[in-house]
């Protein structure tokens, strides 16, 4: 009766328990899925319900068998993924035993440097394996996770520099976060090599932005002694170039400054990050 009254008060055509998993029972006594829909239907003797009840058997299994299927293919892509690192990790370990074979300091910098890049897009394998999103990452965990591995392989510890990352719990599709991620990378490793030449201390801050209009910021500067334009291109050509090419890729708009230490600005106006999911 209280169904009914329910019913009643709001009269429209609608699926019975929406939320539920209704079974039928057919003459024989056994049970199948079913669909039931109510329609109100008033008559001369007052008002009826109609319920028309549909055996979803067919459907029921059709949707057991989508999901086994996109189970796998679940399954078979955080295997790619895991496989895809794996073989990043090679090659960085590769570059490593060979750089321990060459005397001349400049060199064994540009195969260290090769290592944090190859390092860079591996860690975006590691956590989509991890990661119960195929598409997306948490881009805020990703960069935390980078940035310690930057400061552990350069030896920062003895000279004092911080780290800040500020926001985080948005989820970044892969083709946005490798491109990013690289640029972090470079930006990063800029500014330990160059921003606090003989200074015993320095921070690195590192933040994400999603803006309520849409589009999403990312910002990564430091407190060294900055740069001028002849100097960023004499310094770090290729990295620079590697930035600019990186941002045409993934349409984001791009302004720096090195006044008051270094600060580059990365604004993708169409890219709306998704919030963190609860795990």
Same mark, same amino acid.
Request: charged share 25%; hydrophobic share 40%.
């Given at each position: 009766p209280?169904?009914?009254?329910?019913?009643?008060?709001?009269? *429209?055509?609608?699926?019975?328990?929406?939320?539920?998993?209704?079974?039928?029972?057919? *003459?024989?006594?056994s049970?199948?899925?079913?669909?039931?829909s109510?329609?109100?239907?008033?008559?001369?003797?007052? &008002?009826? %319900?109609?319920?028309?009840?549909?055996?979803?058997?067919?459907?029921r299994r059709?949707?057991?068998?989508?999901?086994?299927?996109?189970?796998?293919k679940?399954?078979l892509?955080?295997?790619v993924?895991?496989?895809?690192?794996?073989? &990043?990790?090679?090659?960085?370990?590769?570059?490593?035993?060979?750089?321990?074979?060459?005397?001349d300091?400049? %060199?064994?910098?540009?195969?260290?440097?090769?290592?944090?890049?190859?390092q860079?897009?591996?860690?975006?394998?590691?956590?989509?394996?991890?990661s *119960?999103n195929?598409?997306h990452?948490?881009?805020?965990?990703?960069?935390?996770?980078?940035?310690?591995?930057?400061?552990?392989?350069?030896?920062v510890g003895e000279?004092?520099?911080?780290h800040q990352?500020d926001?985080?719990?948005? &989820?970044?599709p %892969?083709?946005?976060?490798?491109?990013l991620?690289?640029?972090?990378?470079?930006?990063?490793l800029?500014?330990?090599?160059?921003?606090?030449?003989?200074?015993?201390?320095?921070?690195?801050?590192?933040?994400?932005?999603?803006?309520?209009?849409?589009g999403?910021?990312?910002? %990564?500067?430091?407190d060294?002694?900055?740069?001028?334009?002849?100097?960023?291109?004499?310094?770090?050509? &290729?990295?620079?170039?590697?930035? *600019?090419?990186?941002?045409?890729?993934?349409?984001a708009?791009?302004?720096?400054?090195?006044?008051?230490?270094?600060?580059?600005?990365?604004?993708?106006?169409?890219?709306e990050?998704?919030?963190?999911?609860?795990?």
């Amino acid at each position: 009766p209280k169904h009914r009254h329910h019913f009643g008060a709001n009269l *429209k055509t609608r699926p019975m328990g929406a939320d539920l998993d209704l079974c039928a029972c057919r *003459k024989d006594g056994s049970e199948f899925p079913a669909e039931i829909s109510l329609a109100p239907l008033e008559t001369a003797e007052g &008002l009826l %319900v109609t319920a028309a009840i549909r055996d979803i058997t067919a459907r029921r299994r059709a949707e057991e068998l989508l999901q086994s299927s996109l189970r796998e293919k679940e399954t078979l892509l955080k295997e790619v993924h895991h496989r895809v690192k794996n073989n &990043l990790q090679v090659i960085s370990s590769l570059l490593s035993l060979q750089s321990h074979t060459i005397e001349d300091e400049s %060199v064994r910098s540009i195969f260290a440097l090769s290592q944090a890049r190859i390092q860079s897009i591996a860690l975006v394998h590691e956590k989509l394996y991890q990661s *119960k999103n195929l598409s997306h990452i948490d881009f805020g965990d990703y960069l935390r996770t980078l940035v310690i591995y930057l400061f552990r392989t350069q030896n920062v510890g003895e000279r004092g520099i911080r780290h800040q990352i500020d926001g985080g719990g948005l &989820l970044l599709p %892969v083709d946005v976060a490798a491109p990013l991620g690289l640029i972090v990378n470079e930006l990063v490793l800029n500014s330990l090599k160059h921003a606090f030449p003989g200074q015993a201390g320095g921070n690195i801050t590192i933040q994400l932005v999603g803006h309520d209009q849409g589009g999403f910021e990312l910002t %990564v500067s430091d407190d060294g002694i900055g740069f001028t334009e002849a100097s960023l291109q004499r310094e770090s050509s &290729l990295g620079i170039d590697l930035v *600019k090419a990186l941002a045409r890729q993934i349409d984001a708009v791009v302004e720096w400054s090195g006044n008051e230490g270094a600060c580059f600005r990365f604004y993708l106006p169409t890219l709306e990050p998704s919030p963190k999911e609860d795990r």
